[in-house]
C-alpha cells in the first residue's frame, strides 16, 4: 500500500477501513488469478491425486523436460550453466537425470535476480513481489494470473482435503502480518481485525496480539462463525492459550490450514485440542518453488503435480527415509521465473516409503523441522536446535523466543501467563542449561508479548551474531 494511501486508510473510520480491505480482497481473487480457472484446475487435482506412482513419476518426467529444455533456451543463468557444464537440456529426461544439474543457492539468485527471467527482464502484466526476507535480504518473485492460478489451485485442493464444502471461497480468519489495523486505536475500541467481504474473510492482525487483547480476538471470531482458520499458527495458539485459561468459549471451524511459519508437533498436537478440529498442514514458499500438504491422516505429503522436491545432504546426495537434510526444489507451475533444483534454505525429514493410510501415492515427508537459520552455535555444545522439543516441558507460558544476542549470551523472552512463578522460571533454566551448557550467559526476560516482526511473523528462534559462526553446516 502506497505511504500516501496508507494514511488516508489510517485516518480513515473502520467502515470505510473495512471497504478499502474488500476492494484489495476484489482485486486478489479477481486479478492475481483466475476463480472459474481455478476450479477447472481443482476438479482436475482432486483426480490426479489418486494416481498410482508410476503415473506421477510419468508426469513429472515429462514436465521436466519440457521445463529444463525452456530453461535452456529462454533462461539467461541457465544458457550459460549448461554451456560451462557441458549439459545438454534434451538429455534431462527423469528425476535422475536431473542430479545433473548444480543445485542453486539463494545467494546466486540475489546477486544476479534477473538472469532467472525470461529473456533476463520483467514483462508487462507480471506481478513483482517479494520473500519474507526472514533471515537475509528478501527475494524478488514475479508471478503472472496463470502461475499464481496454478499455485492457488494447491491452496484449494488441500482446504478440500480439510472438508471445506466450497474450497475457492470458504468462510475464513485470517492471520496474516498485513498492517490493517492502526497501532493507535480509537479511546475504547476493540476492534483488531477488518473485513475482507468479497473473499468471505476475517482478516487479523497479529500486531496487537496481549493478554488485554485476545478476548476481543475469541468473541469476534466465534461470532464470524468460520469454517477455517488459515495463517500464523503462534497467532492462533496465543489467542487459543489465553481463551482457555479464562474459560472462554473457543470458536470451532471445520479446520486449521497453518502457513508461513513451522507447525511444530507440539504446536499441532495444542491446536486440535484447542479448537476440536483437525490440522491440515502446509508447507509452501513464497517464492512459489514447492507446495506440500497433509492428509486427513496428518501426513504431510509431497505434491508431485507442483513439482519436484528433493531432501538432501550437504553433498547434494538424497537423504534416507527418516533422515534430515536440506529443501531443494523445481516447480513446474511457473516459467516466469525459472528456479532449477533450488536450495530454499529450509530442512525436512524424508518420510518412509510405506504407503498413506489415506491411499494416496503422493511421497511421503516425516516433517518439517524449520530453517536452515534455527540453528544456533553454541561454544562448546555445537549447532543446537529442536529448542521447541525442549519447551513443552515447561508449564504456564504462552509463548517464549530463544534469542542469541552474541556466541556468549542468549536471552529467552517469556510471555507468561497465571501460575508462572520462581518454580516455572527455575525449571525453564534448568531445560535452557541441558541444551546449552553452563559456559554462556543465560538471561530470561518477562514480557506482556513476545514481538512480532514487520512481516507479522513470531520467530520463535533469532540469532543476532550468525556471521560469527564457524563455517561448518
Known amino acids: 500500500m502506497a505511504l500516501d494511501l496508507k494514511a488516508l ?114 514483462h508487462k502484466g507480471w506481478r513483482k513481489g517479494h520473500t519474507s526476507g526472514t533471515t537475509g535480504a528478501p527475494l524478488d518473485v514475479y508471478t503472472t494470473r496463470e502461475s499464481f492460478s496454478q499455485h492457488w489451485s494447491f491452496i484449494c485442493r488441500l482446504r478440500a482435503w480439510g472438508g471445506l464444502p466450497d474450497p475457492i471461497f470458504p468462510r475464513r480468519v485470517q492471520f496474516s502480518g498485513r498492517d490493517i489495523v492502526p497501532m493507535r486505536q480509537p479511546a475504547g475500541r476493540k476492534v483488531f481485525w477488518r473485513h475482507n467481504i468479497p473473499g468471505k474473510a476475517l482478516v487479523c492482525s497479529t500486531a496487537h496480539l496481549t493478554l488485554e487483547n485476545a478476548p476481543h480476538y475469541v468473541k469476534a471470531i466465534r461470532e464470524f462463525r468460520p469454517e477455517v482458520f488459515e495463517g500464523y499458527p503462534s497467532a492462533m495458539l496465543f489467542i487459543g492459550r489465553v481463551g482457555r485459561s479464562l474459560n472462554l468459549d473457543l470458536p470451532r471451524p471445520i479446520a486449521i490450514l497453518p502457513t508461513a511459519e513451522t507447525l511444530f508437533p507440539e504446536w499441532r498436537d495444542e491446536l486440535e485440542d484447542l479448537y476440536q478440529c483437525p490440522i491440515h498442514n502446509q508447507y509452501a514458499s513464497s517464492d512459489m518453488s514447492s507446495f506440500w500438504s497433509s492428509c486427513e491422516h496428518g501426513v504431510l505429503h509431497k505434491n508431485p503435480e507442483y513439482g519436484i522436491s528433493e531432501i538432501v545432504r550437504s553433498d547434494g546426495s538424497a537423504v534416507e527415509p527418516g533422515e534430515e537434510g536440506d529443501v531443494v526444489a523445481t516447480a513446474f507451475v511457473k516459467r516466469e521465473q525459472v528456479l532449477i533444483r533450488y536450495r530454499i534454505g529450509d530442512r525436512a525429514i524424508r518420510g518412509p516409503d510405506d504407503l498413506c493410510a489415506c491411499g494416496r501415492q503422493m511421497p511421503r515427508v516425516e516433517q518439517v523441522t524449520g530453517r536452515v537459520e534455527d540453528m544456533l552455535y553454541i561454544p562448546g555444545r555445537g549447532y543446537v536446535r529442536a529448542w521447541a522439543n525442549a519447551f513443552k516441558l515447561v508449564t504456564d507460558v504462552l509463548e517464549m523466543q530463544v534469542v542469541h544476542e552474541s556466541l556468549d549470551r542468549l536471552r529467552v523472552r517469556v510471555a507468561t501467563q497465571p501460575g508462572w512463578g520462581a518454580r516455572t522460571r527455575a525449571n525453564l533454566e534448568s531445560v535452557l542449561r541441558l541444551k546449552v551448557g553452563d559456559d554462556i550467559a543465560l538471561e530470561i526476560e518477562e514480557v506482556d508479548a513476545i514481538p512480532r516482526g514487520a512481516n507479522g511473523k513470531f520467530r520463535p528462534v533469532v540469532s543476532l551474531c550468525q556471521d560469527q559462526y564457524p563455517d561448518t553446516m
Open 9 to 122: 486508510y489510517d485516518a480513515s473510520p473502520i467502515a470505510i477501513q473495512n471497504v478499502m480491505v474488500s476492494v484489495q480482497g476484489w482485486q486478489f481473487a479477481y486479478r492475481r488469478w483466475d476463480p472459474a480457472f481455478v476450479r477447472d484446475l481443482v476438479e482436475q487435482l482432486l483426480e490426479s491425486q489418486w494416481w498410482p506412482a508410476n503415473q506421477f513419476r510419468a508426469y513429472q518426467n515429462e514436465k521436466l523436460h519440457a521445463h529444463v529444455r525452456f530453461a535452456g533456451e529462454r533462461i539467461p543463468y541457465y544458457r550459460f550453466l549448461f554451456r560451462r557444464e557441458g549439459i545438454d537440456p534434451n538429455q534431462i529426461r527423469t528425476c535422475d537425470d536431473l542430479k545433473r544439474i548444480p543445485i542453486l543457492e539463494k545467494a546466486v539468485v540475489r546477486q544476479r535476480p534477473e538472469q532467472f527471467l525470461v529473456d533476463g527482464r520483467p
